[in-house]
C-alpha cells in the first residue's frame, strides 16, 4: 500500500463491522447477470454503425480483434481479482503492485469516463423510449430510479440485472433470426438499400483496429465483476469463473449478432444505419419486431446504466478509502450495506451531464478512459508471481499492447480530451500531495 495518501479510519458499523468494508452477499449467479448487463447492453445495438464506417466489410475483422484484446483483459482480471478481491478493480490492482500514482490514473479514468458513460446511456435509453421533448426528462428520471435500486442493495442490483439481460438476450436471439432469414433468402448483403451511404474511407488495417477500439467498448462490462469483487462470495473462485461464463457468453452473442447485421444489410446501410439492429429485423419483413428492438434498446441501456452505476460508485468508494477522494464517500448504509454516498455523488454527477453536457465527445472520451484503465490492469497482472497466475505472460502482454494499440486509433480529438482530463487529475492529486507535506 503507497503511503503518499492519508488513509481514513473505518467507523464502526453494525454487527461489529467496519463501515469501510462491504458484505459479500453475491453469488456466481449474480456476478454473471451484472457482467453481462455491463455488457449486453447499449452497445449492442449501436456499435455497428460506427465500427463499419471504420472498417466495412472487414467488420468482423474488428470484432475479432476487439475480442482478442479484451480476452487478454478479462484474463489479466481475472487472476488480479483472485489476488486482491476488494472493491475498486484495476485502481485497487494499480495501487497495491505498482504504486499510488498508476492505481490513481487507472481509478481517474474510470471513474470519469464511465460517469460520461453513464449520462449516454441514459440518454440512449430515452431517445428509444420517448419522444425528443420528453427525453431529458426520462433520462433523469431512469438515473434517479436505478440509483434508488443501487442504493437498496447490490443484491437488488443482481436480480434487476438478470431480469434485463434476460429479456434483451431474447430479443437478440429474434434479431439474429431475421438476419439469417434475411441472408437465406436476398443473400449475404442482399437488402443493402442502392445508393445508401455511411463509409468514412476505403476500408483498410487501420479502420480494422478503430473498429476494435469502438467494439471494445461494448466488451468491457465483465470489470464491472471484478469493481464489485468486495462484495462477493468465496471471490478466488467465483471471480475467475463469473468473468470467464459472461465473457464467453458475450463473444457468442456479439459474433452472431454482428454477422447477422453485416450480412443482412451489407458494410455500406449498415454503417449509415441509426437503428442498425431494427433495420436487420424491417429488412426480413418482420415489422412487428420493430417496436420489439426499440423497447428492448431502451432496456438494455438501463441495464448497463444499473451496472455502470454501481461500479463507479464502488471505485470511487475504494479511492475515497486511500484518501484519494473526499472521506464521506467512504460512509456505507448500516441497513442495505453499499456505499450509499458514493452511489448518490455519482447520480448526481450524471443528471448533471445529462442536463448540460453534448455527450458525443464525451464517448470518446471514456472509451480512451477504459482502455488506459485495463493498460494499468495488464501492467499490474505482469508484475504477479508464478504462484498467482492464472493466465500465461504472454496473455497480459498481448492485452497491454492491445490497449496502447486500440487508444492510438482513436479519433485525435478523443485523444486529446482524454490526454487533457488525465493531466487535470494529476495535477490536482500533485498540489494536493505537495499541501500535504507542507503541514
Not at 444505419?273 to 412487428?288: E, H, M, N, Y
Request: glycine share 12%; hydrophobic share 60%.
Amino acid at each position: 500500500m503507497s503511503r503518499d495518501a492519508p488513509q481514513p479510519t473505518p467507523e464502526p458499523g453494525p454487527g461489529g463491522t467496519a463501515s469501510g468494508r462491504l458484505a459479500r452477499r453475491l453469488g456466481l449467479r449474480d456476478a454473471v447477470a451484472i457482467g453481462l448487463a455491463a455488457m449486453v447492453g447499449a452497445g449492442v445495438f449501436a456499435v455497428w454503425a460506427p465500427a463499419a464506417q471504420a472498417a466495412g466489410g472487414w467488420l468482423l475483422a474488428g470484432l475479432v480483434v476487439a475480442a482478442f484484446v479484451a480476452f487478454a483483459n478479462a484474463g489479466s482480471t481475472a487472476q488480479l481479482a483472485v489476488r486482491h478481491p476488494e472493491a475498486g478493480g484495476a485502481y485497487r490492482y494499480g495501487r497495491e503492485r505498482l504504486g499510488a500514482w498508476p492505481g490513481f490514473l487507472a481509478g481517474w479514468g474510470f471513474v470519469v469516463g464511465k460517469t460520461a458513460s453513464c449520462a449516454a446511456m441514459a440518454l440512449t435509453a430515452a431517445a428509444y423510449l420517448v419522444p425528443a421533448p420528453w427525453q431529458k426528462p426520462v433520462a433523469i428520471a431512469a438515473v434517479v430510479v436505478l440509483v434508488a435500486v443501487n442504493v437498496l442493495g447490490v443484491t437488488r442490483t443482481a436480480r434487476a440485472a438478470t431480469v434485463i439481460v434476460s429479456a434483451v438476450l431474447a430479443v437478440l436471439v429474434v434479431v439474429v433470426a431475421a438476419g439469417v432469414a434475411t441472408i437465406a433468402e436476398a443473400g449475404w448483403g442482399g437488402a443493402a438499400a442502392a445508393g445508401s451511404t455511411g463509409l468514412t474511407a476505403a476500408p483498410g488495417p487501420y479502420g480494422v483496429l478503430q473498429s476494435a477500439a469502438l467494439i471494445f467498448f461494448a466488451f468491457a462490462g465483465y470489470a464491472r465483476i471484478a469493481t464489485l469483487g468486495e462484495e462477493v462470495r468465496d471471490p478466488t473462485r467465483t471471480i475467475p469463473r463469473a468473468i470467464g461464463i459472461a465473457f464467453g457468453v458475450v463473444v457468442v452473442v456479439y459474433a452472431a449478432v454482428g454477422t447477422a447485421a453485416l450480412g443482412a444489410l451489407g458494410a455500406v446501410a449498415l454503417a449509415g444505419s441509426p437503428a442498425p439492429l431494427a433495420d436487420v429485423v424491417v429488412a426480413a419483413g418482420w415489422a412487428w419486431a420493430d417496436p420489439v428492438v426499440r423497447v428492448a434498446a431502451g432496456i438494455a441501456a438501463l441495464g448497463s446504466l444499473l451496472a455502470l452505476i454501481a461500479g463507479v460508485g464502488r471505485t470511487s468508494f475504494a479511492m475515497a478509502r486511500d484518501g484519494e477522494l473526499p472521506h464521506p464517500l467512504t460512509r456505507v448504509h448500516r441497513r442495505f450495506g453499499v456505499p450509499h454516498v458514493a452511489e448518490l455523488a455519482v447520480g448526481a454527477a450524471v443528471i448533471v451531464l445529462v442536463l448540460i453536457a453534448d455527450l458525443r465527445g464525451a464517448i470518446g472520451f471514456s472509451s480512451f478512459g477504459v482502455l488506459v484503465y485495463y493498460l494499468v490492469a495488464n501492467w499490474s497482472a505482469l508484475t504477479q508471481p508464478a504462484a498467482e497466475r492464472l493466465v500465461p505472460r504472454w496473455v497480459s502482454w498481448s492485452g497491454a499492447i492491445g490497449c496502447v494499440v486500440l487508444v492510438m486509433t482513436l479519433p485525435l480529438v478523443s485523444i486529446a480530451a482524454g490526454v487533457a482530463v488525465f493531466a487535470v487529475g494529476a495535477a490536482v492529486r500533485g498540489i494536493r500531495l505537495r499541501a500535504g507535506r507542507r503541514r
